[in-house]
């Protein structure tokens, strides 16, 4: 089946851009996650939708991002005033429900965001 | 919150040979500890998970480990091959809550 989608692959855009990024999680997946990867680190936590609600967003690192997942599917990323520091890879994942704290996440192949 | 220690940060084997990747955790309520592998400039892949009411885990030539007591995890692969080579990431969940922490990653390179 379908797997977790993003879009756009790439994304260039200039300092003090507003950009948004889009992920399609696994039909069905009623938890989808938005994790952000700098060059040899590995993911870190943004926020955790559980349907349609945030259910923890202390990842977030500043009030210029913030995500929505309006129907309980798929959810934007909005990034406001972005800056050169925003640049790296946004990873979004899903799993079943996210209420179990066994359940296999399953990742995009992610974003590139590049600021100039 | 949960912090989870990755070592080593690269690792160099030789086609055949095992090679083993070690991380620990400080939240001793954590419970779920999945290994990911990446490939350059691809998605990270689940490669196997472990529940904490078992020590170990095996799948073909992939193993893991885990020392509650200790709080460290282990993957284990054995005869490494070409394919295997990418960087290698440990996770535990966030405070008891389902999103991940990972560690800073592995980049195993296996030499034929």
């Known amino acids: 089946g379908a797997g977790v989608s993003q879009t756009p692959s790439n994304k260039v855009t200039e300092k003090g851009k507003y950009v948004e990024l889009r992920c399609d999680p696994i039909?069905?997946?009623?938890?989808l996650y938005w994790y952000r990867q700098s060059l040899g680190q590995g993911p870190e936590f943004l926020i955790y939708?559980?349907?349609?609600?945030?259910?923890?967003d202390s990842g977030l690192p500043n009030d210029r991002f913030f995500a929505v997942r309006p129907e309980g599917s798929v959810s934007t990323l909005k990034i406001q005033r972005t800056e050169r520091g925003d640049s790296a890879v946004y990873l979004c994942a899903s799993s079943t429900n996210g209420r179990a704290i066994v359940d296999t996440q399953y990742f995009g192949p992610g974003t590139r965001l590049t600021v100039l | 919150g949960e912090n989870v220690e990755q070592h080593p940060s690269t690792l160099s084997v030789q086609e055949g040979d095992s090679a083993v990747i070690k991380c620990t955790y400080s939240d001793s309520a954590s419970n779920y500890f999945p290994w990911y592998k990446q490939e350059l400039g691809k998605r990270p892949q689940l490669i196997i998970d472990i529940r904490s009411n078992v020590g170990e885990k095996k799948d073909q030539r992939i193993a893991v480990t885990l020392n509650k007591t200790a709080k460290h995890f282990s993957l284990h692969i054995t005869e490494t091959q070409p394919e295997d080579s990418a960087v290698y990431f440990c996770?535990?969940?966030?405070?008891?809550?389902?999103?991940?922490?990972f560690g800073k990653g592995t980049r195993l390179s296996v030499i034929a």
């Open positions: 039909s069905g997946h009623t938890a």
């Open positions: 939708f559980q349907g349609t609600g945030a259910a923890d």
């Open positions: 996770a535990a969940p966030k405070s008891g809550n389902t999103p991940l922490v």
